[in-house]
């Protein structure tokens, strides 16, 4: 009798540079070369992990790029990390802030989906253009509630959600892992909905039992030799 899978712990990296102005002084040569190395390296990483290229410049003044990562294995997942500033264009990145969470999917739906990289449900993540995302502590009066209140409160902000049809939301859970309790990014195909839904969520009464939900970073989806040329 085969033996049933079982999607292991799915790691999620949410690491955000900032372009040192050394690279912009380059020669054009040494430029392209530097990008193209970079991407060379980026490319033979990517056929074990999940990954997405942001675009920041302009919408945060302490990061340009977000790489968005994601590995079964949290030592793999680790090395390719450490390897986006070994070289071209990477040893000009300075790391501004880091994520690590992990998300748990419903394993008997997920696996009844078709699985990317052998352990990762198809079309879970980076489906849409843009992504707001930001960490979250919650308070101390958040674990004081009931079980059943805590899952009134949760359903209510569950509804709001729901209503925004091309919107995704996904929560990566950090205890033990990070300083924040979990990540939660929401992704959307427009803007618009992305800032009414957002707008929305904070009059929850849910969010009178968050005690951190900062920095937000407001992600746009781009392609990696797209985002490197409009930095340089």
């Not at 033996?3 to 790691?11: M, Y």
């Given at each position: 009798?085969?033996?049933?899978?079982?999607i292991?712990n799915?790691?999620?990296?949410?690491?955000?540079l900032?372009?040192d102005p050394?690279?912009?002084?380059l020669?054009?040569?040494e430029?392209i070369?530097?990008?193209q190395e970079?991407e060379n390296?980026?490319?033979a990483?990517?056929?074990k992990?999940?990954?997405?290229?942001?675009?920041?410049t302009?919408l945060?003044?302490?990061?340009?790029?977000l790489?968005?990562?994601?590995?079964?294995n949290?030592e793999?997942?680790?090395d390719?990390c450490?390897?986006?500033?070994s070289?071209?264009?990477g040893r000009y990145f300075?790391a501004?802030?880091?994520?690590?969470?992990?998300?748990?999917p419903?394993?008997a739906?997920a696996?009844?989906?078709?699985?990317e990289?052998g352990f990762l449900?198809?079309?879970?993540?980076g489906?849409h253009k843009?992504?707001?995302?930001?960490?979250?502590?919650k308070?101390?009066?958040?674990?004081?509630?009931?079980?059943e209140e805590?899952?009134k409160?949760l359903?209510?902000?569950?509804a709001v959600?729901?209503?925004?049809?091309?919107?995704q939301e996904?929560?990566f859970q950090?205890?033990?892992?990070?300083?924040?309790?979990?990540?939660v990014?929401?992704?959307?195909?427009h803007?618009?909905?992305l800032?009414?839904a957002?707008?929305?969520?904070?009059?929850q009464?849910?969010?009178?039992?968050?005690a951190?939900?900062?920095?937000v970073?407001?992600?746009i989806?781009r392609d990696?030799r797209?985002?490197?040329?409009?930095l340089?």
């Amino acid at each position: 009798m085969e033996k049933a899978k079982k999607i292991n712990n799915i790691f999620s990296s949410f690491l955000f540079l900032r372009l040192d102005p050394k690279f912009r002084r380059l020669i054009s040569n040494e430029k392209i070369a530097a990008k193209q190395e970079f991407e060379n390296m980026v490319g033979a990483c990517q056929e074990k992990v999940f990954l997405r290229t942001y675009m920041t410049t302009g919408l945060r003044a302490d990061a340009d790029i977000l790489f968005w990562r994601i590995s079964d294995n949290l030592e793999y997942l680790q090395d390719i990390c450490a390897k986006t500033f070994s070289v071209g264009v990477g040893r000009y990145f300075h790391a501004t802030h880091s994520y690590l969470g992990v998300y748990h999917p419903d394993e008997a739906a997920a696996l009844k989906r078709e699985l990317e990289f052998g352990f990762l449900p198809k079309d879970t993540f980076g489906r849409h253009k843009f992504m707001l995302l930001h960490p979250v502590v919650k308070s101390h009066l958040w674990y004081e509630l009931s079980e059943e209140e805590r899952q009134k409160l949760l359903t209510s902000r569950s509804a709001v959600i729901t209503r925004y049809k091309e919107i995704q939301e996904n929560f990566f859970q950090s205890y033990g892992l990070d300083e924040q309790e979990m990540i939660v990014t929401r992704e959307a195909r427009h803007l618009d909905e992305l800032v009414f839904a957002t707008r929305e969520l904070r009059e929850q009464r849910i969010k009178n039992y968050t005690a951190v939900d900062k920095p937000v970073f407001l992600c746009i989806g781009r392609d990696l030799r797209e985002i490197l040329d409009a930095l340089s």
